[in-house]
């Protein structure tokens, strides 16, 4: 019997993000580039033998009830299959939260891969993901992970090539963005040509594993609704552009900023700026990561 497991939820940056139309259900169809990184979420998930979901985080302003995602992914499963014994799930967070890093959806997908695995529920990772798009439309991804193409509402996952390794600066402002609020105000139909970025281009230059035409080709069309109502997004991407950032672009629906870096010493002066330097004023969290490719779920992992 499994009593415990310690995993890591990862984080995401979209290196593109294209919305096509709004579907008459509300959700809207797209087109992203998602990519892994080494930031992560620890969650520990305890057995318990009386019956219930108990939660435990770090941040005093997530909830601890059924509006947080890790109780919605492990109440899913244990309903489905009558699990009798309980669950006490110790959530630490890292990944900026409201943040366009999919923090939420991947402590969904770790959670839904943990019960599975603690009640020996013989669940898929396929099987896994169609449960994971109930909770959220990013979840499938995270269950999948690595490089990969995400089309319909998030849900229809195409694998593609590891990216080459390089350094990633990520940057998030002190504001919080609601996706809900990007979305209702993004006018799909009145966008330009050059406001959608060229994700059929950028799928190839990931096949080519040419990290400068990939950094050539990051778009994302929320930027035409988030950097407006918060330019300091612009400002942080030229400052990482400055400080030798190969290209910068605003992650899912902002605020948070990622800048691909070729060169390890300047990622890390970029990084000492914007975290003690003068660059300091223009965000509230910066972490220097990288692209995380690992697609096999292990404990700790
Ligand atoms: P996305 O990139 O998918 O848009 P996000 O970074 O914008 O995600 P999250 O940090 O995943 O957003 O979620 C933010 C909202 O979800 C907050 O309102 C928060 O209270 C709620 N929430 C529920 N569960 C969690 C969780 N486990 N981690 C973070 N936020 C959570």
């Given at each position: 019997m499994i009593r415990y497991l310690g995993?890591?939820?990862?984080?995401?940056?979209n290196l593109g993000l294209d919305v096509l139309r709004k579907r008459e259900d509300g959700y809207h169809d797209v087109r992203m580039i998602m990519q892994t990184v080494s930031l992560y979420d620890k969650i520990d998930i305890y057995l318990k033998e009386t019956p219930g979901i108990e939660i435990v985080t770090n941040l005093f302003y997530l909830p601890v009830n059924e509006n947080n995602l890790v109780y919605k992914a492990a109440k899913l499963l244990m309903d489905e299959f009558h699990v009798t014994q309980g669950v006490t799930i110790h959530l630490k967070k890292f990944i900026p939260v409201s943040a366009g890093m999919a923090g939420g959806s991947s402590d969904?997908?770790?959670?839904?891969?943990?019960?599975?695995?603690?009640?020996?529920?013989g669940l898929t990772r396929q099987e896994?993901?169609?449960?994971?798009?109930k909770i959220g439309a990013d979840v499938p991804y995270c269950i999948m992970r690595g490089t990969a193409l995400s089309?319909?509402?998030g849900e229809i996952l195409t694998p593609l090539p590891d990216m080459p390794q390089c350094q990633v600066l990520i940057a998030k402002p002190g504001v919080s963005v609601s996706t809900k609020f990007v979305y209702d105000n993004l006018d799909a139909a009145g966008?330009?040509?050059s406001d959608h970025p060229d994700i059929d281009g950028m799928v190839a230059a990931i096949k080519s594993r040419d990290i400068y035409q990939v950094s050539a080709r990051l778009g994302n069309v929320l930027e035409t609704v988030?950097?407006?109502?918060?330019?300091v997004i612009a400002q942080i991407k030229e400052r990482m552009k400055?400080?030798?950032?190969?290209?910068?672009?605003?992650?899912?629906?902002g605020p948070t900023v990622f800048g691909i870096f070729t060169s390890p010493l300047a990622a890390e002066?970029?990084?000492e700026d914007m975290r003690y330097g003068e660059g300091k004023t223009l965000a509230k969290q910066v972490y220097l990561t990288n692209f995380y490719n690992t697609r096999e779920v292990t404990n700790e992992q």
């Open positions: 995993l890591k939820a990862y984080g995401k940056i969904a997908a770790s959670v839904l891969f943990g019960v599975n695995k603690m009640f020996k529920l896994l993901m169609e449960r994971g798009v089309e319909g509402i966008l330009k040509e988030t950097i407006p109502e918060y330019p400055e400080a030798g950032a190969v290209n910068a672009l605003m992650s899912g629906s002066k970029a990084y």
